[in-house]
């Protein structure tokens, strides 16, 4: 962090008199959708200067109480007390007036507007009656620098931004109302690990200026990294509400799934036999990423590390045939292909599971059945009525929770689309599985189904490539770890590398085989 | 970012120079095209052995942007918001026939005549504003059936031409200064507002908003429906505008003037060809002013050249599909290439840092794989 020196930019932050005193205070929330409870009776207390947790299992009601913290949604029963006072907010700007800002998991930014003009979007300073540009580009710029933030232009358009730096937008709009209160939904959820670290100092920052933040993320280790005090709730109900120094991380999945999860990351199946070679690149390159090399077996797990950018996406997309490669070789159970289309390499036995589900792995729209029938509709049509038949079976087996096959996949939980995701591609019955992000956003339960189901895949011999952002799940998973960098695969590493290891690998200050990978 | 990993300096450097030249883009191309129609178009009529750039031709152009300009800047409005109006052309109908109708030939009666027309433009646009924003019906849909109550009113109403414009407003339709009609002054006038409008009034901002993204505007604070409300108001009442100076050109309302010019889906094609988003959130008044222009051109040419006149809708057809192609290519330009095609670091691609594969979940509806920042 350029350490510019952090002053308090109002008299909210009650620093002095602090450490005890609740800034906000929820009791008993309520909340019930279309009959069925979703919150029963969850509340909490946020002291100022506090990151406090809040773990569940998708499903388990953080979402909704934040929502009704914010306003977003009606609570059914229960108070909520800011600063001394009830409140009871029917908008999230009403609650953002208030001191109660909130930075939803969803980016709610303006691709097109600018950094200034998303920060003020809705609340725009005017001088004599006319947007005021210059101060709006002015106070963001101030905003920035109080975060120590450099290298985001305040005139840029969002667009223009990294992933990383329109979630620093976003908690920049929140600071923006002199909140006392923040909170931050999965607000990691589509940053890579060295993203997380500068969200941290940003996170650890408002802290100590005295804002007490709310802090909700699958990511355990997060939590473990930043909160003072960690809630946990389980199917809408709270299960403990204490200082995180109390909990280690078994006790706490423990907590959240009410079962032990002692083996997190399954280990490799019985019978588990490594094959073939069934994809090699030689060289392989396009514009994107340049001389991969890889070899990947029947029954592997191979892990691709590699900061966000760095190519790893780009890689798949190539071996799908989405920008096919341009140079060296791509063999397929030992035979030279050239994959030109997305068409070809689901025929050739690939399957691609995209990094963003909603908009590229999904009709959200549409139905279970029709997401999950959509590939083998398309490309291999004669199967379509028996993988219809299968279909109730596949996907009770993944146990996806759904209303049934006709209920639109929009409705279902991050961790239900995966599966509807997933069915859709197992239903090709793939030879090669290339899967990007796997478990973004996406909750431990849902995580732990689908390493088991990559396990088990592995056993049927079936090749898997799996791109992670999240360490422990590329360490946990896999066989055999390429680290990009900067569109190359920089290193090969064994499985069980340690984080350090890969880290300096995808940072490019890892040297391998006498070539320096910058 | 330069507070992060040693991996990120570079990224520093593309993020201003991309985002100037992203702000460049949209009006720059329209402007480009324009000079490029402008330079094929002299040619063409230099080779009939006819002068371009004659007062007489350059007064042609500008007299046939000023109509489609009015109705294409507030279908501007509409579209940044995310909607549509197809019921301009009967507006402008109307208009022509209410004023000729209240003007009678009796210039005293010109300011009621005009504010009365103003008056009923707003109101339709305000029943086209609401069905959209509180039926929630498609703008398409909506503004699709108002327009057939109009045609319906005035199908009963009017067997043909009505009333009869004062001499005195005809002159508006008719006068110039040097080579640069009334018209056209007015029209740009109104073009210069409405781009103030945009950028320094908060509904203008809004516009942007609720188009780009409803939820988030909403989320924001915004009241979604008053953008869109002043949207479809503006609108009409520019379409009004529109048959107004046709009623002063032809000296008499009529209502087949509107449906005629095919005001309608021209506006809709001229803000399109002005780089706006169809699907709202991004555009210009500036770029749609372009994008009338190349009409106008091309038009004018197509007239000198005596070209037969259904070719003429071929032209535009054309004109219109290889406009929003190019668009589009350059929408769904991917990342901009790490590598050359010999394997060589691409030092002016550089990093791709900036905008990872992740930025398309960010939100923009599109996805990753095609990304357009560096477009």
Excluded at chain 1, 275 to 293: S, T
Excluded at chain 1, 480 to 500: C, F, K, Q, T, Y
Aim: aromatic share 4%; glycine share 12%.
């Amino acid at each position: 962090m350029s350490a510019a020196p952090v002053d308090p930019i109002d008299a909210t932050a009650a620093r002095g008199d602090a450490i005890a005193e609740p800034v906000l205070v929820a009791e008993g929330l309520e909340k019930s959708f279309f009959g069925v409870s979703v919150l029963h009776g969850v509340g909490l207390t946020l002291r100022s200067g506090e990151v406090h947790g809040l773990v569940g299992e998708n499903g388990a009601g953080k979402s909704t109480f934040m929502k009704i913290l914010a306003g977003v949604y009606e609570r059914d029963a229960g108070t909520i007390t800011l600063g001394g006072t009830q409140v009871d907010f029917s908008h999230p700007v009403q609650a953002a007036q208030a001191g109660l800002a909130t930075v939803f998991q969803e980016f709610n930014l303006l691709p097109d507007r600018t950094v200034a003009q998303n920060v003020f979007l809705g609340r725009e300073p005017r001088k004599r009656g006319l947007v005021d540009r210059t101060a709006m580009v002015r106070e963001t710029r101030a905003l920035l620098d109080e975060l120590g933030i450099e290298g985001v232009d305040a005139d840029a358009p969002v667009r223009t931004l990294t992933v990383a730096e329109q979630q620093i937008v976003e908690i920049v709009k929140a600071l923006s109302v002199d909140a006392r209160v923040i909170q931050m939904d999965e607000p990691t959820a589509a940053l890579a690990d060295h993203e997380v670290e500068l969200l941290y100092a940003i996170v650890r920052r408002l802290a100590a200026r005295g804002v007490a933040i709310l802090y909700v993320s699958h990511r355990l280790k997060e939590i473990f990294d930043l909160c003072d005090t960690i809630t946990v709730l389980k199917d809408g109900a709270l299960v403990s509400s204490g200082p995180a120094s109390e909990l280690d991380t078994d006790e706490l999945v423990r907590r959240m799934v009410g079962r032990p999860i002692s083996a997190y990351f399954p280990e490799v199946e019985e019978g588990t036999v490594l094959g073939e070679p069934r994809l090699e690149l030689r060289g392989a390159g396009n514009g994107y990423v340049d001389d991969v090399d890889l070899e990947l077996r029947a029954g592997e797990i191979v892990g691709v590390a590699g900061l966000q950018g760095s190519g790893r996406t780009e890689l798949v997309e190539a071996l799908f045939g989405i920008a096919p490669f341009t140079r060296g070789e791509m063999l397929l159970d030992g035979q030279s292909v050239r994959m030109t289309s997305p068409r070809q390499a689901v025929q050739a036995g690939l399957a691609l599971i995209t990094e963003d589900r909603k908009s590229q792995g999904l009709a959200l729209n549409q139905s279970v059945a029709d997401n999950a029938l959509l590939v083998i509709r398309s490309v291999f049509s004669r199967r379509t009525g028996a993988v219809h038949r299968e279909l109730p079976g596949v996907l009770s087996s993944l146990e996806v929770a759904s209303r049934g096959v006709d209920q639109e996949v929009q409705y279902l939980s991050g961790g239900n689309q995966q599966k509807v995701v997933l069915a859709k591609w197992l239903a090709t019955k793939p030879r090669v599985v290339l899967l990007d992000e796997p478990t973004r956003g996406i909750d431990v339960g849902a995580k732990v189904a689908v390493y088991h189901l990559m396990r088990r895949l592995a056993k049927e011999g079936v090749a898997i490539l799996m791109i992670s952002s999240e360490l422990p799940e590329v360490i946990g998973m896999s066989d055999r770890i390429v680290v990009m960098h900067d569109g190359r695969a920089s290193a090969e590493l064994p499985a069980r590398s340690d984080e350090a290891t890969i880290l300096s690998a995808a940072t490019g200050t890892l040297r391998i085989g006498g070539e320096e990978a910058r | 970012m330069s507070t992060t990993a040693p991996a990120t300096p570079p990224a520093s450097t593309p993020t201003p120079r991309r985002s100037r030249r992203r702000r460049l883009d949209a009006s720059l191309i329209v402007g480009i095209a324009l000079v490029g129609v402008i330079i094929i178009g002299a040619v063409l009529v230099a080779s009939v052995g006819r002068n371009f750039f004659s007062a007489g031709n350059i007064r042609d152009i500008l007299t046939g942007m000023s109509v489609l300009g009015f109705v294409a800047i507030g279908q501007t409005l509409v579209i940044l918001c995310a909607s549509l109006d197809l019921s301009v052309p009967y507006v402008v109908s109307l208009s022509s026939l209410i004023a000729a109708d209240l003007m009678a030939g009796n210039p005293a009666n010109i300011p009621v005549a005009v504010l009365v027309v103003l008056v009923v433009a707003a109101l339709i646009g305000l029943a086209n504003g609401l069905i959209v924003t509180k039926l929630r019906v498609n703008g398409f849909i909506a503004t699709l059936g108002t327009g057939l109550i109009i045609k319906g009113y005035l199908d009963t109403n009017y067997k043909g031409t009505s009333g009869e414009v004062p001499w005195e407003f005809q002159l508006i339709g008719a006068t110039g200064i040097g080579p640069v009609p009334v018209s056209t002054l007015i029209m740009l006038a109104i073009a210069v507002a409405g781009a103030f409008f945009l950028a320094r009034t908060r509904t203008g901002s809004h516009m942007f908003a609720v188009g780009g993204n409803e939820q988030v505007a909403r989320l924001s604070g915004i009241r979604t429906a008053r953008p869109v409300l002043v949207a479809h108001m503006l609108c009409s009442i520019t379409a009004a505008l529109a048959g107004l100076l046709l009623a002063s050109r032809l000296g008499v309302g009529s209502p087949t003037v509107g449906t005629q010019g095919g005001y309608a889906l021209l506006s809709i094609a001229a803000v399109v060809l002005g780089g706006t988003l169809l699907l709202g959130g991004r555009g210009s008044i500036w770029g749609t002013i372009g994008g009338v222009a190349i009409f106008a051109v091309v038009d004018n040419v197509m007239s000198v050249m005596q070209v037969n006149p259904f070719l003429k809708d071929v032209v535009r057809g054309v004109v219109i599909v290889a406009a929003v192609a190019v668009y589009t290519a350059r929408i769904t330009e991917r990342r901009r290439p790490r590598f050359t095609s010999t394997g060589e670091t691409d030092a002016a691609g550089g990093g791709i840092t900036g905008g990872g594969p992740g930025a398309g979940s960010a939100g923009q509806g599109t996805p990753a794989v095609v990304q357009e920042e560096q477009a």
